[in-house]
């Protein structure tokens, strides 16, 4: 039997060695660190696969069956993995000595740009002449150089353009062009070279990474399997899910800019009707400024490349979607040519000209050509060749202007009527291309999603959608257990108490939907609506938000962010009801029937819930924590085993907690210490585990930002900036009220160190201590802040702290009054503290300002006319205003810290955490934001019934099956 096992040991191990090796093969000239990490993980995964199939405890079928999924699950996944795509065409570059009538020379400059910058890729040709990345000829030619080696995908020639240049042949595979490089005003021409294809060498590591992920996935499967129960198969079918989410997403992109070019315009256009799916709107109307189109008569003559003539001017092709961008176009009958002019000469009018073998025609150019975006449209059509010249130009921003939700829009004209004949561009670094876009009735034109360059950023949301669709399973599994586990409970004595929890609960979620359908749209809400149309991110509102809710956004619209936090908020009242019923006793039977029945109703969490903001979502998936590790717990303590795909998903809400804030540390590592100390006692396995949770945590963001964030310069002076605000607001209220508390030399120092980063006698002036505001306003006035100014601003904070400890007291009360829901100001000086109008308690689709309802419209998706029932949502905003507070949770946190570590240690180290939390926020909130500590409000909501709970579950005591 041990010869057996050394056997299969060794087997597992050469068949992940073979794995590792099957995927490095096609890099092997060109290893990187990532590409030896990726070769590790996949070695890991097939090990750990065949370990846990040697070692299957279920039935034939349940293995078969596991398979079966991971079979699926590893093509979904395999085939979304981008592979080495190495097979490329011929290019060879000939400097033919011909040139141009006005060329001084026959110069031909050029080099290859490529961001992927492949060692592999060199030139090769005799009589040229190398220049740093810069081939030259310029003597003995025609000379041929050839490109040996392959690109990445957005790989361009570059050549200079100049009044020395000369005449080039380009071949790409079996297609040749040829290029008169001459131009009086230097400039450069960018030939998109082919994107590379699939050779044997990526279908290999295709192929490594499909079995890697089948192996370890059918391990995975197998062990879940064993038995096969409702969590087991939800957590399969949640993972199957992921990976169908990553094959679907694999191709989307952001919408970006949206540019259009109208060639039948025949007066300016004045206006941008928007559609958004629920028709148009007097609100989606955007104005224009442009020039118009006028088009050339017809050359009775088929087009050929020396027809056109330039002078002073510059023509930059423009190359139709999904191909490669050429110097030179052929106009046929269904597929016109596009070029952009630019004016090269400030001195010399700019002229066109298409000359045939009888005449010259001049096209006629706008007077205004150097300052407005001009464009020229060749069609050929049976009858001859056409050109029009085109400013009937529209840049819609993604900004403010344009979203994704954007399904069609119709462009009118100062005269009257809309403009025809549209195309869409879409510009980058990667090759300029344009779409004909097809006009429905009354000029509305129909918008076709274009395929931009990934970003990073985008990686890590398609990464975010595909956990959020994971997680969604799970809910709905979770769900379903706890609602079976009420019916049981209501089976076995306690009918009327499950069943009000039930039917309170289901009520209050369903009629909470209705009410704030389709989102409470808090007043930063937009933000990460805005950023994922643009496919990059800021630092304003942290790191994970809008990656998370961008994940949201590429699955599809903004209420499935509302689906899923009332799913959240759902799951953890239903679930802290059944630890509650399935452990107290009868006489303590009600409690959770004053839960979900008076408790819910009469607090804040209802707004928390259907909020779309960061700090809603950081207290929603907080209370999701705390209430799935404390149930694992009483469930280890009692059967010595948890179900490990539920640690996993733990892990990972940890993980997104800790890019969601980085305040979240301090109260996930209280968390998570004390939780498995309190599991396994003090000891070596403690250590470790806690070690290596502590070393997730910490790492996560730092590793997260440096992929999502390539400028880690423009990162980092982000990261100063808003490191700042949580030192401006007592700093700068000191000054106000400090002048005769704080020594002279002390305050001259705050005065002029709040002024590197802002107007500081502006800020004096306009000071509150609920927000900012007056530092949004001045900030843009200075510098960013250094490293030294933030050091100093820290080192000032804690000596005005010292030196007037009851002034620093009464400054973060009032600030922190408001953060619980009271205005504890008592500086002696009354300032609008009005929770009704807090930012917490804002709902963009109830604004009034056309403005903010536009911006609304355009960047959720959702209709114009906002809620289905505004008056309703108005009247949740207002109840809700008036049950904000979060001073019982203090005091109940306060308590259970202090009294409860004999008898209900877990509740006691959730307290403690926000206790931790609150103090966080007590030393450092910019402003007085309710939602700051939505966390505390729920949680805190919780922790006697979690107590509770743990009491009995400590007492030996049955609980109900």
Same mark, same amino acid.
């Given at each position: 039997m041990n010869r057996l096992h050394t056997t299969r040991f060794f087997w597992h191990i050469a068949l992940a060695l073979a794995g590792g090796l099957a995927y490095l093969a096609?890099?092997?000239?060109?290893?990187?660190?990532?590409?030896?990490?990726?070769? /590790?993980?996949?070695?890991?995964?097939?090990?750990?696969?065949?370990?846990?199939?040697?070692?299957?405890?279920?039935?034939?079928?349940?293995? %078969?069956?596991?398979?079966?999924?991971?079979?699926?699950?590893?093509?979904?996944?395999?085939?979304?993995?981008?592979?080495?795509?190495?097979?490329?065409?011929?290019?060879?570059?000939?400097?033919?000595?011909?040139?141009?009538?006005q060329s001084l020379s026959s110069e031909v400059f050029v080099s290859l740009i490529d961001q992927s910058s492949p060692a592999a890729s060199v030139f090769k040709g005799d009589d040229w002449e190398q220049r740093g990345d810069v081939y030259v000829s310029y003597q003995r030619q025609p000379a041929t150089l050839v490109l040996q080696g392959g690109w990445s995908d957005g790989a361009s020639l570059n050549f200079v353009s100049h009044d020395h240049s000369g005449k080039v042949i380009v071949d790409i595979g079996s297609n040749r062009s040829t290029l008169d490089l001459y131009a009086a005003q230097a400039h450069s021409i960018s030939l998109a070279l082919p994107v590379p294809e699939l050779s044997w060498r990526g279908l290999l590591q295709q192929a490594a990474i499909v079995i890697a992920l089948a192996v370890f996935l059918a391990g995975v499967y197998v062990r879940l399997f064993s038995p096969l129960t409702v969590w087991n198969a939800g957590l399969a079918l949640s993972v199957l899910c992921t990976a169908a989410t990553v094959w679907t997403l694999q191709d989307v992109s952001y919408s970006g800019a949206l540019e259009i070019v109208s060639f039948d315009a025949p007066a300016p256009a004045a206006q941008a009707h928007l559609n958004t799916g629920y028709g148009y709107s007097s609100l989606l109307v955007i104005p224009l400024q442009t020039g118009q189109s006028q088009r050339s008569q017809q050359v009775h003559q088929a087009y050929d490349n020396n027809m056109?003539? /330039?002078?002073?001017?510059?023509?930059?092709?423009?190359?139709?979607?999904? !191909?490669?961008?050429?110097?030179?176009?052929? *106009?046929?009958?269904?597929?016109?040519?596009?070029?952009?002019?630019?004016?090269?000469?400030?001195?010399?009018?700019p002229t066109l000209q298409l000359s045939t073998r009888d005449s010259n025609l001049t096209i006629p150019l706008p007077a205004d050509i150097s300052t407005r975006r001009t464009f020229l449209l060749l069609e050929q059509d049976d009858i001859g060749l056409t050109a029009t010249v085109s400013q009937a130009y529209i840049n819609l921003a993604p900004w403010n202007q344009f979203s994704s939700h954007v399904e069609s829009l119709a462009i009118s004209l100062e005269s009257s009527g809309y403009a025809q004949k549209n195309f869409r561009l879409q510009t980058s670094s990667h090759g300029n291309r344009f779409l004909p876009l097809q006009t429905l009735s009354d000029g509305e034109i129909a918008l076709t999603p274009v395929q931009?360059? #990934?970003?990073?950023?985008?990686?890590?949301?398609?990464?975010?959608?595909?956990?959020?669709?994971?997680? %969604?399973?799970?809910?709905?599994?979770?769900?379903? @257990?706890?609602?079976?586990?009420?019916?049981?409970?209501?089976?076995?004595?306690?009918?009327v @108490?499950?069943?009000?929890?039930?039917?309170?609960?289901?009520?209050?979620?369903?009629?909470?939907?209705?009410?704030?359908?389709?989102?409470?749209?808090?007043?930063?809400?937009?933000? *990460?609506?805005?950023?994922?149309?643009?496919?990059?991110?800021?630092?304003?509102?942290?790191?994970?938000?809008?990656l998370f809710i961008g994940?949201?956004?590429?699955?599809?619209?903004?209420?499935?962010? #509302?689906?899923?936090?009332?799913?959240?908020?759902?799951?953890?009242?239903?679930?802290?009801?059944?630890?509650?019923?399935?452990?107290?006793?009868?006489?303590?039977?009600?409690?959770?029937?004053?839960?979900?029945?008076?408790?819910?109703?009469?607090?804040?969490?209802?707004?928390?819930?259907?909020?779309?903001?960061?700090?809603? =979502?950081?207290? $929603?998936?907080?209370?999701?924590?705390?209430?799935?590790?404390?149930?694992?717990?009483?469930?280890?303590?009692?059967?010595?085993?948890?179900?490990?795909? /539920?640690?996993?998903?733990?892990?990972? =809400?940890?993980?997104?907690?800790?890019?969601?804030?980085?305040?979240?540390? *301090?109260? $996930?590592?209280? %968390?998570?210490?004390?939780?498995?100390?309190?599991?396994?006692?003090?000891?070596?396995?403690?250590?470790?585990?806690?070690?290596?949770? %502590?070393?997730?945590?910490?790492?996560?963001?730092?590793?997260?930002?440096?992929?999502?964030?390539?400028? @880690?310069?423009?990162?980092?002076?982000?990261?100063?900036?808003?490191?700042?605000?949580?030192?401006?607001?007592?700093?700068?209220?000191?000054?106000?009220?400090?002048?005769?508390?704080?020594?002279?030399?002390?305050?001259?120092?705050?005065?002029?160190? $709040?002024?590197?980063?802002?107007?500081?006698?502006?800020?004096? !002036?306009?000071? #509150?201590?609920?927000n900012v505001v007056y530092w949004h306003q001045t900030s843009n006035q200075r510098p960013l802040p250094s490293d030294a100014v933030n050091k100093q601003l820290q080192h000032l904070y804690v000596r005005s702290m010292i030196e007037a400890p009851l002034l620093f007291l009464k400054l973060r009360t009032a600030t922190f009054g408001t953060i619980l829901g009271h205005d504890w100001n008592s500086l002696g000086k009354n300032y609008d503290a009005n929770p009704a109008a807090h930012p917490s308690f804002h709902d963009h689709l109830l604004n009034p300002d056309p403005h903010w309802r536009q911006q609304t419209a355009i960047f959720t998706g959702f209709s114009t006319d906002g809620h289905p029932y505004p008056g309703a949502s108005q009247a949740l905003l207002t109840w809700n205003a008036k049950m904000a507070s979060s001073v019982g949770q203090l005091l109940i946190c306060l308590l259970v810290a202090l009294f409860g570590w004999r008898r209900a240690p877990l509740s006691s180290v959730i307290a403690l955490s926000l206790l931790a939390r609150s103090a966080i926020f007590f030393l450092f909130a910019p402003a007085s934001v309710f939602l700051y500590l939505y966390d505390l409000h729920f949680i805190g909501i919780l922790i006697p019934f979690l107590a509770i709970t743990e009491y009995f579950s400590r007492s030996h005591r049955k609980p109900i099956s």
């Open positions: 096609p890099l092997i000239s060109n290893l990187s660190t990532a590409a030896l990490l990726k070769a /590790a993980l996949a070695s890991s995964g097939i090990y750990l696969g065949l370990r846990c199939l040697s070692a299957r405890r279920g039935t034939r079928n349940a293995t %078969l069956l596991a398979c079966a999924f991971a079979l699926v699950a590893a093509l979904l996944l395999g085939l979304s993995t981008p592979m080495v795509r190495d097979s490329v065409p011929s290019v060879s570059i000939t400097a033919t000595g011909d040139r141009n009538p056109l003539r /330039a002078q002073a001017l510059r023509l930059v092709p423009y190359g139709r979607a999904q !191909n490669a961008v050429q110097s030179t176009c052929r *106009p046929t009958q269904d597929k016109p040519c596009l070029y952009e002019l630019l004016s090269t000469s400030a001195d010399t009018a931009r360059p #990934t970003t990073n950023s985008l990686t890590a949301m398609k990464a975010m959608a595909a956990m959020v669709s994971g997680s %969604l399973v799970m809910l709905l599994v979770t769900l379903f @257990q706890a609602t079976r586990s009420l019916l049981q409970i209501a089976g076995r004595g306690r009918c @108490q499950a069943s009000l929890c039930l039917l309170a609960s289901f009520a209050w979620f369903g009629l909470l939907a209705i009410i704030s359908w389709p989102a409470i749209l808090g007043w930063d809400g937009l933000s *990460p609506y805005v950023q994922v149309q643009t496919g990059q991110i800021s630092l304003w509102y942290g790191l994970g938000y809008p994940g949201f956004l590429l699955l599809g619209p903004g209420w499935l962010v #509302t689906i899923w936090s009332l799913l959240v908020g759902l799951v953890i009242m239903l679930g802290v009801s059944v630890l509650s019923l399935r452990w107290s006793p009868k006489r303590f039977s009600w409690l959770p029937v004053i839960l979900t029945v008076l408790l819910l109703p009469l607090s804040a969490i209802s707004i928390g819930v259907v909020t779309h903001l960061r700090d809603a =979502i950081n207290g $929603l998936m907080l209370g999701a924590f705390v209430v799935l590790a404390f149930s694992l717990v009483i469930q280890y303590r009692c059967k010595k085993t948890v179900p490990e795909g /539920a640690c996993i998903w733990l892990l990972i =809400i940890a993980c997104i907690l800790a890019l969601l804030r980085i305040d979240n540390l *301090p109260t $996930l590592i209280l %968390l998570s210490v004390g939780f498995i100390a309190i599991s396994f006692g003090w000891g070596l396995r403690t250590l470790v585990i806690s070690g290596v949770v %502590l070393g997730i945590l910490i790492s996560i963001n730092p590793l997260v930002a440096r992929f999502v964030l390539p400028d @880690q310069t423009a990162a980092a002076n982000e990261k100063r900036l808003y490191a700042s605000t949580a030192l401006i607001n007592p700093l700068t209220g000191m000054l106000i009220y400090g002048k005769e508390a704080l020594p002279a030399p002390l305050y001259a120092d705050i005065k002029a160190e $709040l002024n590197q980063i802002m107007d500081v006698d502006h800020a004096i !002036n306009n000071w #509150t201590p609920y």
